[in-house]
Nanobody
C-alpha cells in the first residue's frame, strides 16, 4: 500500500520558518515528479511547488517564490518544503503529492496543518 506521510507543520509567528517533510512508503518515487499543494479554509487547493525526479526542474507558485524551497532525497524517498518568511496568508493544510501523470498527481498525503500568526 502506497502512503505519503507529511510532518513538520505547526504554529509559527509571521516571519518565522518551518520545514515540511513527506515520506513515501510502499513504492519508490525516485523517477517521479513530486509536489506540494495547500488548501486554506474556504478556498480551493492550490499549487505550491514541484520538483522533478532529479531535482533539475523546480517550480513555484508566485506567492511563495523566493520564500519557499522544495527539495528531495531519493535515497530516503522523501520530499521537503523549507518555508521561510512565513506570512499569515500561508496558513493552510499542506499536502504532498507524487507521480505526475496525465496532468494530475496519482498519490496524495493526508496533509499537515500550518498556521502562521500575525
Amino acid at each position: 500500500q502506497v502512503q505519503l506521510v507529511e510532518s513538520g507543520g505547526g504554529l509559527v509567528q509571521a516571519g518565522g520558518s518551518l520545514r515540511l517533510s513527506c515520506v513515501a512508503s510502499g513504492r519508490t518515487f525516485s523517477s517521479d515528479r513530486m509536489g506540494w499543494f495547500r488548501q486554506a479554509p474556504g478556498k480551493e487547493r492550490e499549487f505550491v511547488a514541484a520538483i522533478s525526479w532529479n531535482s533539475g526542474n523546480l517550480q513555484y507558485a508566485d506567492s511563495v517564490n523566493g520564500r519557499f524551497t522544495i527539495s528531495r532525497d531519493n535515497a530516503k524517498n522523501t520530499v521537503y518544503l523549507q518555508m521561510n518568511s512565513l506570512k499569515p496568508e500561508d496558513t493552510a493544510v499542506y499536502y504532498c503529492a507524487a507521480r505526475y501523470t496525465g496532468y494530475k498527481y496519482e498519490y496524495w498525503g493526508q496533509g499537515t496543518q500550518v498556521t502562521v500568526s500575525s
